[in-house]
């Protein structure tokens, strides 16, 4: 041992274990939780709800995934295909996001 760890020790009264109790719920006296316990994927979906900007940012992302999946469907052009005579215009309703060198 080291003084200092002496000195320390020096310093700490023995206190019996008496003279210590455990605090608690004391399920007899009527005493209850304020809220019920939730697991952690309720807790996690809770929080989520109650976060605005997380939940703008997954409609945003939702609505990404759902235009690339249905995208090339719903826009009846082929990934593929080339229209030469549509070449570098600007957004309209033939094409929604408009056209690159290519058509």
Known sequence: MTAESKRNEAM??????EKFRVIGIDENAGETLARKRIGYW???????KENKIALVAA????????????GPAISGYEFEEIDSNAINQGPSAAHWFGTDNLG
């Open 12 to 17: 700490i009264p023995d206190i019996p274990d």
């Open 42 to 48: 309720q807790d996690a979906w809770r929080r989520f």
């Open 59 to 70: 409609i945003i992302l939702i609505v990404l995934i759902f235009f690339i999946l249905f």
